[in-house]
C-alpha cells in the first residue's frame, strides 16, 4: 500500500483513539500507534500540533493533561496531513547527501538546501486563513525561522531528524508571528474598548451634573485610580475633553 496511505490512515486511528476518550490522546498510545512508522523523535512534535488544530490534548499521563498551544491561524488540515505525510517519505540520496553534508556545514550545501525549502515555505504561508499577517509577511517569518534551523542541524541524529526540524522552525516561526499579530489586536481592541466606556462616562456624568467634569470626579464616578484614568485619555488622542484639561493637553 502506498506509503502516504497507510500514513494518513495511522493518522485517522490517533482521531479515533482520542475521540473514544473525550478528545484525549496520551504520548505513549501516538508512539504505539505510529510505532512501526520510520519517524524520528522530532515528527512527534509536529503530529502533536496537527492534533492540537483537531482540539485533540496530548498528554503525558491519563492523569496529566498538558496545555497544548493555539494555532494563530487556521491552518489548512489537508496542508498538514500533506507535511506529515511528507515527513515520513524516505529521503532520496541526493535528498540525503545534502542534508549530511549541511549537518556537517558546508556552506554550498546549507545554500541548496535553504533554496529547496523555498517554495514550501511560500505554501505553508498560503495555507493560514483568517489571520491579521499578510501571506508575503509570512513568507519573512517562514524565512528566518528557516535560517534559524540552519544553524541548529549540526549534529543532529539523522537527515530525516534535520528535515522535521526545518519544517517545524519554520511553522513555528508563522505561528508565533500570527500569535503576536493576535494579542496585539486583541490589546488594542481592550484600549478601544475602555476608552469608549470612559468616553460614555464622561458624557454621562456631565448629563448628571451640568457642567464639564474633571478627571478627579470622572476617578470618583468610576472607582477608578486617577492615574489609570489619565493613562485613558492620553491613550485617546486628545478626544476626551475634561475641566481643566481642554483636549487632554
Same mark, same amino acid.
Given at each position: ?47 502533536? *500540533?496537527?492534533?492540537?488544530? #483537531?482540539?485533540? *490534548? ?9 496545555? /497544548? ?26 535528498? /540525503? ?27 505553508? %504561508? ?19 525561522? #528557516? #535560517? ?28 508565533? %508571528?500570527?500569535? *503576536?499579530? /493576535?494579542?496585539?489586536? /486583541? ?12 468616553? !460614555? %462616562? ?36 486628545? *478626544?476626551? !475633553?475634561?475641566?481643566?484639561? !481642554?483636549?487632554?493637553?
Amino acid at each position: 500500500m502506498d506509503h502516504k496511505i497507510i500514513f494518513r490512515e495511522l493518522l485517522t486511528d490517533l482521531k479515533n483513539a482520542a475521540d473514544k476518550q473525550s478528545g484525549v490522546i496520551s504520548k505513549a498510545e501516538v508512539h504505539e500507534i505510529l510505532k512501526n512508522m520510520p519517524l524520528e523523535e522530532e515528527h512527534f512534535s509536529f503530529i502533536y *500540533q496537527y492534533l492540537s488544530s #483537531l482540539s485533540i *490534548q496530548v498528554v503525558d499521563s491519563k492523569e496529566e493533561v498538558l496545555e /497544548q498551544p493555539e494555532l494563530g491561524g487556521q491552518k489548512s488540515l489537508s496542508l498538514y496531513i500533506e507535511e506529515l505525510a511528507g515527513l515520513t517519505e524516505p529521503l532520496s540520496e541526493n535528498e /540525503q547527501r545534502l542534508m549530511r553534508d549541511a549537518m556537517q556545514g558546508d556552506e554550498e550545501a546549507r545554500k541548496h538546501l535553504i533554496e529547496s525549502y523555498l517554495p514550501l515555505i511560500c505554501e505553508i %504561508a498560503g495555507s493560514y486563513e483568517g489571520t491579521d499577517v499578510l501571506p508575503e509577511d509570512l513568507i519573512q517569518e517562514g524565512n528566518l525561522g #528557516l #535560517l534559524t534551523a540552519m544553524k541548529e542541524i549540526a549534529g543532529m541524529e539523522s537527515p530525516a531528524a534535520c528535515r522535521a526540524h526545518i519544517v517545524n522552525c519554520i511553522n513555528r516561526a508563522m505561528e508565533q %508571528a500570527i500569535g *503576536q499579530s /493576535q494579542e496585539k489586536r /486583541q490589546l488594542d481592541e481592550g484600549i478601544v474598548s475602555r476608552v469608549n466606556h470612559l468616553n !460614555e %462616562a464622561v458624557h454621562n456624568l456631565e448629563r448628571d451634573l451640568e457642567h464639564k467634569v474633571s478627571a478627579e470626579e470622572l476617578s470618583a464616578y468610576l472607582e477608578m485610580p486617577l492615574s489609570e484614568i489619565r493613562d485613558l485619555l492620553r491613550m485617546s488622542g486628545d *478626544q476626551i !475633553e475634561l475641566e481643566g484639561n !481642554e483636549k487632554n493637553q
